[in-house]
């Protein structure tokens, strides 16, 4: 058994980077997730594990900081909330054509513009489609509960270094914000120099010994036919996360004529919903993402045939809703597929849900 | 008399091509000042063994490719954000030489932002900036470093400081800040001013080895092919029109501020 | 007095025709060939051998880094 804590989410977050031998964090205030800077400047994790940190003078700068230390095959990451991440997607485009790994967690606030700082999953589209410019995509880790904020900040750097690709971790100012028990991770070692060497010493910019070649990141090719070579080459990548790492949590689904689709949040909302609904002799079963991209459709399309339909209860004006129902309409059904939501920063209650479950399907 | 052949021996050998600089040809146009500087900075990194641990950050611009001319480790940046790339490199591997490569429309326009603040936090890297007035690879359009009444692609009638504000001289600029340590401007349209230069590029890369902070050093360059010349056409016209706003010579030379002590 | 005796070998094919080594060199020994190189520039040579002190200022100011200086005492 691991420590034991009460803590906020974006603290979390900083506790975690350090446990899991992260070597650098670069990031730029904003609210809801200040925290995550916040905690690492006051653990000082330069006196512990050797882990830097740094203010940087945007959240352009931030990620770009990233880049350059990802280029050297080190653990490095970054966090903002929604403008900051819409600021960050010029170098998140270049780092995912470079094929770099790093993670860049968002935070997400309401949209569009300044919007509020309340809570929101409004950048659903954003993070599972790309967002910056060009056809790539990230890992989307999307955690539900502070415990997830420790968990996923490990798997998402594994994830991120198997496929070479940055992983981000949706989340919103909700978990950033709740305090809740968890269980911290144990302490690993950062990598030594050598092991970078040995691990990514055919990709990564740590100066050039004799004994090879030198190394160059890039996301630049001007010859098209080799750029799309380059392309076929991420479109590859990405059908592979595709199926081996569709993550999802079910409650409740094996006897259920009516299934809920959220994640993070929402899906928190939606699991009380459930109850409430079973409690009214409704079947509701509930389907939690854990990760966006790859977008688990496999389990929606063996789900389609043995149900009534599905709502998806996002904190949006209904983006999710679209994966689920290209997944329904590739697994062959024409099951109903219906949308909740609500924007601009409000979490929608568990009656809400149940009675837009009843308005849609009884 | 002796023969051409007889002189051509390893023995006599006094200038050729330095091993660190690839055998790719550079795509830069004839006489571009791109190709000196590469040359020399190539030379020092051969000359002061430093290869294993140098990585270099290109620029966008017509540099965008230096990393094809300098056999080092390199990574390309977005367009001026390169200091914030080196940063990220410098600060998780304290003991590379890390530069960065820009040209004026990267560094001094869009760029701007991260160059100030990496200047001011004293990031121990070596800068190059390249400063032809114009930008290059996109056709000759208007940089912030233009001079007054200079024609370019989108100043046709030249530039007009009541719309286009004035030449910006980030080297000043930057001097001012206490992070820099070593801050000069050179130029390398003649043997001498290639060898001034050589100096003070290896002046710059021995402050980053001994960490003093950061070395700015600011090329006044030549773009023929953007200023509508011949090479050595260009060459007179940078001595007669941009030496004057941009004055030669070394404006900082010491070891960046150190923090007060705290009590 | 020992006399001094240069010789520049210019690589023709990355040669860009530039003039600068021309203008650089303080004896006149350089000059553009009236022949092209396969990408079509007219590439440097010694036009005026006999002259040359090997004294680096054309490889010095060389962009391309297609010159090699030798020099000899004589």
Redo the contacts between chains.
Sequence with gaps: MGELRLMKGNEVLAEAAIRCGCDGYFGYPITPQSEVMETLMERQPWNETGMVVLQAESEVAAINMVYGAAGTGKKVMTSSSSPGVSLMLEGISYIAGAELPCLIVNVQRGGPGLGTIQPSQADYFQAVKGGGHGDYKLIVLAPSSVQEMNDFVDLAFELAFKYRNPAMILTDGALGQMMEKVELSDYKKRWTENEIAEKWGSWATTGKPSSRNRNIITSLELDSCKMEMNNRRFQEKYRQMEVEEQRYEMFSCDDAEYILIAFGTSARVCQKATEIARNKGIAVGLLRPITLFPFPAKIIGELAPKVKGFLTVEMNAGQMVEDVKQAVYEAGCTRRVEFYGRMGGIIPSPGEVVEAIERNFL | M?E?K????PE???????KV?TDT??H?????????IH?ILAELIEEMGI?????G??PVGCA?FA?NYI????????HG?AP??????V???PD??VFTYQGDGDLASIGA??II?ACNRGENILVIFINNGIYGMTGGQMAPTTLENMVTSTTPFGRDVEMNGYPLKMTDLVAQLPGTSYVTRQS????AA??KCKRALKKGIQNVLDKKGTSFIEVVSTCNSGWKM???QA?KWMEDHMFPYYPLGDMKDCEKEKPVEKN | MAKIKGAVVVDNEVCKGCGLCVEACPEEVLALNREMNSRGYHYSYMENPDACIGCSNCGVVCPDACITVYRVKI
């Design positions: 002796m051409i007889d002189i051509l021996k006599n050998l006094v200038y050729g091509k330095s600089l040809i550079m830069y146009c004839p006489g571009c000042t791109h190709g000196v040359k290869q294993e641990k140098a990585v950050v290109a965008v990393y056999d080092v480790d390199w990574q390309e940046a977005a954000r914030a790339l080196a940063t990220g490199i600060r998780l591997n590379k030489f932002g991260e603040h390398a349209q003649t043997p290639v060898r011949t090479p050595v060459n």
